[in-house]
């Protein structure tokens, strides 16, 4: 895949990039292994000072990438300009939380007596270059909520973003250095998937996180795992949606949040919902509603302000979805609105808002993820059908749940197989709270404590007698 900027809404070639030599690449993990040694001694003021500094630099120039981004990858500018706002926010959060994050922990003194310590406690150290495998379709925060907590640890960051995303990889690659993170903190690596490997398999580089395709994950994972290190993964989702019957009265905020839910960065997120498992008792009537917002929603030009919905990213990814959908139709589903490419929009990857019902498992709808503003909508009859189809897929990242019922709260939670479950409202990641899945959605988490500590070598630290 070539490297460049191709806008979706035009199809138009926009610039091109050559990729990084094996020198340049050797170059850039020389610098990231040279910066680790001293950066990992500066003391958390200083870290915090200068990811303050990135955050207010980022804001300052929140119109620009905004622009960069919509251009890149078809989101809405208002999308993109919130993206921005998102990851500076971050930054400040994880500036100001670092260090109580990672503070020494210390164990009950009867415990350290005990072991046949005079002390003892656990420290969190940097292990070193990291390597981020990043995809497109979140192009800043992706990247952000990983290089935050791991400059503030202490590591620092190589970053292979997107092949068609390559101007905002580079924005990010002077992002750090401009706010004045010393030289090979953080880099953007401008380069093919084919050459993550051997980048990877280099010893200097300690560990990987990655955020795509279940097939680049199992890519990543095979090679770190034979090179024994450390990795994170954030793959695939195709999150339930389930409304119960006593939300009914909140069943028009449901249908709400539900479009939002489906359609948020034109249907291109891996935590937006996707399966919309509605109980008997209300299914009509939210059938109705949800259907007819959906085809409410304008798309069009991700430039204009009332544009709701814009172009997919790619066009293999419009056709991927196209595959799905028109699968679907042809064992049965019915589509109550969409399932076509607009036909009054100029040329450009576009593909009309779809809700899918009759959606059975002979269908590859059902097991596989839909990339784009496509809903499938089923229909259950108790709560226990309702658990069981939520759970029905590979992936487990994330889930809603529309209940005012304490005990179905305490059942969801007890059996949804996800990383997430979020009641009376829409999944959305914050970086006091813990995000990842389970299941082919991968493994370990991202923000919060639990996310700072991922890439940090837990010590346990003993004094004897």
Same mark, same amino acid.
């Given at each position: 895949m070539p490297i460049a900027t191709v806008n979706p809404a035009t199809g138009e070639t926009v610039r091109t990039f050559d990729a990084l030599d094996a020198d340049g690449i050797d170059? /850039?993990? +020389?610098? #990231?292994?040279? #910066?680790?040694?001293?950066? /990992?001694? +500066?003391?958390?003021? +200083? /870290? #915090? /000072?200068?990811?303050? #500094?990135?955050?207010?630099?980022?804001d300052k120039e929140r119109d620009e990438i905004a622009r960069v981004m919509t251009t890149e990858m078809g989101k809405t500018l208002a999308a993109a300009r919130a993206e921005a706002a998102k990851c500076a926010k971050s930054m400040h959060w994880y500036a100001a939380h670092a260090e109580d994050l990672l503070a020494d922990e210390h164990p009950a003194a009867a415990d350290v007596e005990d072991s046949g310590a005079t002390r003892a406690y656990v420290r969190y150290r940097p292990l070193g270059v990291v390597l981020a495998v990043m995809p497109w379709n979140f192009p800043l925060w992706q990247v952000i909520r990983f290089a935050a907590p791991a400059l503030m640890a202490g590591n620092v960051g190589l970053l292979k973003h997107a092949s068609n995303v390559p101007q905002t990889a580079l924005y990010l690659g002077g992002l750090f250095h401009r706010a004045g993170f010393p030289e090979g903190c953080f880099q953007t690596l401008l380069v093919g998937s084919g050459a993550i490997e051997d980048v990877l398999r280099d010893p200097r580089v300690a560990a990987a996180t990655l955020t795509g395709s279940e097939g680049a994950g199992r890519a990543v994972a095979a090679i770190a795992g034979d090179e024994v290190k450390k990795t994170v993964l954030e793959l695939g989702g195709s999150d339930p949606f389930v409304v119960m019957p006593s939300a009914a009265d909140e069943l028009d905020r449901a249908v709400e949040v539900a479009v939002t839910a489906r359609v948020q960065n034109n249907g291109q997120s891996c935590i937006a919902a996707k399966r919309f498992i509605v109980h008997t008792d209300i299914h009509d009537a939210f059938a109705e509603r949800f259907s007819r917002a959906m085809s409410a929603l304008r798309v069009g030009d991700p430039t204009t302000p009332s544009t709701d919905v814009g172009p997919l990213a790619t066009e293999q990814g419009r056709a991927d979805l196209e595959e799905l959908v028109e699968d679907a139709l042809a064992k049965g589903a019915q589509a109550l609105c969409g399932a076509r490419r607009p036909k009054a929009l100029p040329p450009g990857w576009y593909y009309e808002p779809t809700v899918l019902t009759g959606v059975t498992e002979r269908m590859r709808i059902h097991r596989e993820e839909a990339f784009g503003p496509v809903a499938t909508l089923y229909r259950v009859a108790d709560l226990d059908a309702a658990v069981a189809l939520a759970n029905d897929t590979p992936f487990g990242l994330s889930s809603n749940v529309w209940t005012t019922d304490e005990d179905e709260q305490r059942r969801f939670v007890r059996d949804l197989e996800a990383g997430g479950v979020f009641f009376n409202g829409m999944t959305a990641s914050h970086p006091a709270l813990p995000f990842g899945g389970v299941k082919r959605s991968g493994y370990g988490r991202e923000l919060s404590a639990h996310g700072i500590r991922e890439f940090c070598n837990i010590t346990t630290v003993w004094y004897g007698r």
């Open positions: 170059q /850039r993990i +020389t610098a #990231a292994h040279r #910066a680790f040694r001293g950066w /990992r001694e +500066t003391d958390f003021g +200083t /870290r #915090a /000072r200068l990811l303050h #500094a990135a955050a207010d630099l980022l």
